[in-house]
């Protein structure tokens, strides 16, 4: 409810809307002239319903050539106030008493009426019209965009005249020396015009009718299309609905003026423009100009909003693999596809922690393939990737993180020592007994044993089902050499340290027997410089995954695989060092 400041009176609160008030309609018009009508809604106390955001519709049930405001239909906005103004939008073409109907599109009980009548379009004239008296100017049929117009004429010498407009008589005037005489006729109201003078004898002058419109044009609907935020540089769509004939309709986007073309709907123009670069706020100025110079400027009254949309980021990098050499790493990986955009490149990640990967390298082109160069020799590396597209946009989500460790000089490693840095290896028969030092402030819930075959390169490992600092590394080959390393793991099973100092060592006794599984990497093979390698990755570590005793089922099935498959490497090796000692 808004208070009265003025009277201290509360403005009563108004009800369902009941009917329509129909004003500033002339009782009487002549054909073919343009009028104005206001339309109200009103409860039926006849207060005016705010509020009211329905549809209307206008009819003239004896003029079907009538023309009606806004071509017949008008939807009510918030902004209204539930009452609108349709500035010279009315014209009849049948004489004779006629109305004007208002119906509410969804309650035609709702409505409203207003009688007017209609009259010849020439003036009429009295009885005792004198040649003598004439009005010259304005000249008939003219039309002007100001309420200020100068009536001009002749008559005989020195009379008095009276000045009608519309049959009301607006003023007096006379005649000097030589018949002329002038009228300044002030606050004409928009509509049309139609002036003549006459003398006290009741002759009458010549008629002339002119249109006034000193209206400015009335924004009756404005549309964006898309509707809401649009990305930058998207064309959007503008249509403005005003009175037909506008001489000019401008809209201004970030200063720069579009014409706006009017379209087959009468008094419907429209232009297509791109949204600006950036994101932001911009406001759409228009600018509406009728054929009279009436000029409505509507500055600020609308906002564009341009969103930049999210990116797209290329999917995860998948099937990640490695070969170390001495000094390097080769990667090979799978090509990223189902991807909005070109890949042009890859991004390498790495470093010597799982949870670092501090360093970074880029491939030049979108090739899968990619070596590390200049790397520390027997030095564990953890790897993962990201895809770049031609945006530059870059994967969200690493790949996978792979785990390898770069060859080392065989003439760096001891050769026949049994303890290095905590580690101690005592040799039994087709087995080892290793045992370490908890490490130095690193809470350790797992330890992982690195088994290789040769100096540098550790081909298999063993998890510890818990922090003990010792385990039995069974399935060994008497007499032949290993090397062993220890690292710690995790909660879940990621590594949290170094490796340590790496030890070797020969286990002895009557030959290979194979013993219980035990909890083992992955074995997979690849080839280097001519050799075949067997070697033991942290592939695709899986940080969610279950580590240690939990997982003793899936543990002794992947054990009892890997033994057979140690067990073929073996004798393998043993063939061999047999053909070696016959020669």
């Not at 060859?407 to 290896?425: F, I, N, Q």
Request: hydrophobic share 35%.
């Amino acid at each position: 409810m808004k208070a009265d400041i003025g009277q201290g009176l509360a403005e009563p609160a108004a009800g369902p809307v009941d009917h329509f008030a129909i004003t500033k309609v002339p009782n009487r018009a002549r054909v073919g002239e343009l009028l104005s009508i206001t339309v109200t809604a009103q409860d039926s106390s006849n207060n005016v319903v705010k509020n009211y955001t329905g549809t209307i519709l206008f009819s003239v049930p004896d003029d079907e050539n009538a023309v009606l405001p806004n071509h017949g239909e008008y939807t009510f906005k918030d902004s209204d106030l539930g009452t609108f103004t349709f500035d010279l939008s009315l014209q009849f073409s049948k004489l004779g008493f006629q109305a004007i109907q208002v119906f509410d599109q969804n309650n035609f009980r709702v409505s409203g009426e207003f009688p007017i009548e209609i009259v010849t379009d020439t003036s009429v004239i009295p009885a005792g019209t004198s040649s003598d008296l004439m009005v010259k100017s304005p000249s008939d049929g003219s039309e002007f965009g100001n309420n200020l117009l100068i009536i001009t004429g002749s008559g005989p010498e020195n009379i008095n005249l009276k000045v009608f407009d519309n049959d009301l008589r607006i003023g007096d005037t006379e005649t000097d020396g030589d018949g002329f005489f002038s009228f300044d006729a002030k606050n004409l109201v928009s509509g049309t015009h139609t002036f003549y003078v006459m003398s006290e004898r009741a002759e009458v002058s010549n008629s002339v009718t002119v249109l006034i419109d000193t209206i400015p044009p009335v924004l009756n609907d404005f549309q964006v299309k898309p509707n809401g935020a649009v990305a930058p540089g998207a064309l959007i769509t503008i249509t403005a609905q005003s009175e037909a004939d506008l001489d000019s309709a401008t809209l201004r986007l970030q200063g720069i003026d579009t014409p706006l073309t009017p379209s087959s709907v009468p008094g419907s123009y429209g232009a297509t423009v791109a949204a600006p670069a950036n994101d932001g706020s911009y406001p759409l100025d228009l600018v509406l100009v009728d054929r009279f110079g009436n000029k409505a400027s509507l500055m600020n009254r609308f906002t564009l909003s341009v969103q930049s949309p999210d990116p797209i980021y290329p999917p995860q990098v998948t099937g990640v693999q490695a070969v170390a050499t001495e000094q390097g790493i080769d990667l090979f990986w799978s090509g990223v596809t189902r991807h909005d955009r070109p890949i042009q490149s890859y991004s390498v990640y790495y470093g010597t922690r799982f949870n670092q990967l501090d360093q970074v390298a880029h491939s030049l082109d979108a090739r899968t393939q990619f070596t590390l160069t200049d790397l520390t020799p027997e030095t564990q590396y953890f790897i993962g990737l990201k895809a770049v597209d031609t945006q530059g946009l870059e994967s969200e989500v690493l790949s996978d993180v792979l785990a390898i460790t770069t060859l080392g000089d065989p003439e760096t490693l001891p050769t026949a020592s049994v303890s290095a840095a905590g580690l101690k290896a005592t040799p039994l028969d087709s087995a080892v007994l290793l045992e370490w030092q908890p490490f130095d402030s690193i809470r350790a819930f797992y330890y992982q044993v690195h088994i290789g075959f040769n100096p540098g390169q550790y081909d298999d490992s063993l998890i510890t089902p818990d922090n003990r600092t010792s385990i039995t590394v069974p399935d060994l080959i008497n007499g032949y050499p290993y090397y062993f390393a220890i690292s710690a793991l995790d909660v879940n099973g990621n590594p949290i340290s170094d490796r340590s100092e790496p030890v070797q060592v020969i286990p002895y006794g009557g030959g290979f027997r194979p013993a219980a599984p035990v909890t083992v990497g992955t074995t997979v093979t690849a080839t280097h410089s001519n050799q075949t390698i067997y070697r033991t990755q942290l592939q695709n570590v899986n940080r969610n995954a279950d580590t240690g005793p939990a997982s003793n089922a899936l543990v002794i099935l992947i054990s009892l695989t890997l033994a057979h498959f140690m067990v073929l490497i073996k004798k393998s090796i043993q063939s061999h060092r047999t053909s070696s000692s016959s020669l």
